[in-house]
């Protein structure tokens, strides 16, 4: 199985000042048709997730534009540039190219 | 508007056995790969099982794979997973989710929660 590593699990930012999380794959995650599916999810608490970005880059309808995502062959960062309080949150990458699917273990964004 | 909304979670004791369903409304259920996933108590998101639009296709995390088995009524828009010989470590809040790799939204319902416990 394809083995997501998050990095930090825990980060604590100042309102205003910019975020970014590393996500890591075991193996490639490009797939046969070119498209590398690398999602990125946001869960608020109590919340059920909420899908943030997908395809590497790509936001999903109704995202601010202060969350973009990047990256490559088994190198991925979610970066919010300017954090608002209701970006509390923890953030988890998922690669849809290989079966089964899989998440990273999570990262907790918290305000100082 | 799309729903999802899940049931038949509850309190199971070890080795018993569980059908969670999801009913599904407000899209066209029957043109959409379906996705279980669950969340064990602070814990994160743990991909178990996917089945393809039309249940010809189906796939498994290795923790469950054996013992779990998702299906679909596309007749009634629901999904099912139906889940055997629990353990403890099965306990969680499963989601029914319309994951998908593209711009298409992704959609999760509320979850229902399996307690396995003697």
């Known amino acids: 199985d394809v083995v997501m590593t998050q990095s930090p699990l825990s980060l604590p930012v100042t309102l205003g000042q910019a975020a970014s999380i590393s996500c890591r794959s075991s193996?490639?995650?490009?797939?046969?048709?070119?498209?590398?599916?690398l999602n990125w999810f946001q869960q608020r608490p109590g919340q059920s997730p909420r899908r943030l970005i997908y395809k590497v880059s790509n936001r999903d309808s109704g995202v601010p534009d202060r969350f973009s995502g990047s990256g490559s062959g088994t190198d991925f960062t979610l970066k919010i540039s300017r954090v608002e309080a209701e970006d509390v949150a923890i953030y988890y990458c998922m690669q849809g190219t290989h079966w089964p699917r899989t998440f990273g273990q999570g990262t907790k964004l918290e305000i100082k | 508007q799309v729903k999802l909304v899940e049931s038949g979670g509850g309190v199971v004791q070890p080795g018993g056995s569980l059908r969670l369903s999801c009913s599904a409304s407000?899209?066209?259920?029957?043109?959409?790969?379906m996705h279980w996933v669950r969340q064990a108590p602070g814990k994160g998101l743990d991909w178990v099982a996917a089945t393809s639009f039309d249940g010809s296709d189906k796939f498994y995390a290795d923790s469950v794979k054996g013992r779990f088995t998702i299906s679909r009524d596309n007749y009634r828009n629901i999904l099912y997973l139906h889940m055997n010989s629990l353990r403890a470590d099965d306990t969680a809040v499963y989601y029914c989710?319309?994951?998908?790799?593209?711009?298409?939204?992704?959609?999760w319902g509320q979850g229902t929660l399996v307690a396995v416990s003697s």
């Open positions: 193996e490639g995650l490009v797939y046969s048709d070119g498209n590398t599916y």
């Open positions: 407000g899209f066209s259920f029957r043109t959409y790969a």
């Open positions: 989710t319309r994951l998908t790799n593209w711009e298409e939204a992704v959609y």
